[in-house]
């Protein structure tokens, strides 16, 4: 079982009704608009995760509606994005123009640093990317597509958007040898596999700090830190579920650490 839905979890004094519909914007009191969409446990979880470390993220509520729960949340950044459209003709073309043989962070990196006029503002969004991208290695993140990326500039400076959309991280694999050997990261300027990550950590030792405070990380306390803020109860089988995923990821994060000089050094 995946543990993901509703159903797997237990409110106080509260049916739940699960709908199975798209994503979709409604208009929610005074006529602001909230963005409404099915329910999912890692959506949640994934806003707990960046707040941990220290990433702005979406912020969620629960929201009922015909007597049916969903995830809801306020728009972001309305008058400032420009991704995917105006960027993304921008990050695409002009991006890909300047690119060699394939999407990878060797020209990904620079080309959008240089993006930015600021030594601060290049600073800040290299720190943002070494967050989004432990933040989505340690969920195994599957889903970090072009629709869900996004950013936006401002003053001559370029900015990551704050994230959101966790719904397909914590990949399923067979064994830990399936996630050694299967799992890469995947976002719309390059990918990874694992055995790739050495070789951006001797570029970008930097991030080992990102993958260090990652791995400090109590899983089942952001959990916990849900349980209270929604009043949820999770039943045996619920938490065992989650705590195998902290020991994949905990691996996974370790396995990466492993082969960088800072350990090897040591």
Not at 20 to 35: H, L
Not at 104 to 120: R, T, V
Not at 180 to 190: A, D, G
């Amino acid at each position: 079982m995946d543990y993901n839905k509703l159903e797997d979890i237990k409110t106080k004094d509260t049916p739940f009704t699960v709908p199975d519909e798209k994503s979709s914007y409604i208009s929610f009191c005074d006529g602001k608009r909230v963005f409404r969409k099915s329910f999912s446990f890692r959506e949640l979880l994934g806003e707990e995760i960046a707040t941990f470390m220290g990433r702005d993220t979406i912020h969620y509520f629960l929201l009922l509606k015909d007597n049916i729960y969903y995830l809801a949340s306020f728009p972001f950044l309305e008058q400032k994005e420009c991704y995917p459209d105006d960027l993304k003709e921008f990050a695409f073309s002009n991006w890909k123009k300047k690119k060699k043989d394939k999407d990878c962070y060797e020209d990904f990196i620079p080309f959008f640093l240089g993006q930015s006029k600021s030594k601060p503002m290049k600073e800040k969004f290299l720190m943002t990317l070494y967050q989004t991208f432990a933040i989505d290695t340690y969920m195994r993140q599957t889903d970090r597509y072009s629709c869900n990326t996004m950013l936006y500039q401002e003053k001559e400076n370029l900015f990551w958007a704050p994230m959101y959309d966790y719904s397909y991280s914590f990949a399923s694999f067979d064994s830990e040898k399936d996630v050694f050997e299967s799992f890469f990261y995947l976002n719309p300027f390059f990918s990874m596999k694992l055995n790739d990550y050495t070789e951006f950590l001797n570029r970008y030792p930097e991030f080992f700090n990102y993958l260090k405070q990652i791995e400090t990380m109590d899983l089942m306390m952001q959990i916990d830190n849900i349980k209270r803020k929604y009043c949820f109860s999770y039943s045996i089988e619920f938490l065992d579920y989650w705590k195998k995923q902290e020991e994949m990821s905990q691996k996974v994060i370790q396995k990466i650490m492993s082969g960088s000089s800072f350990t090897k050094g040591k």
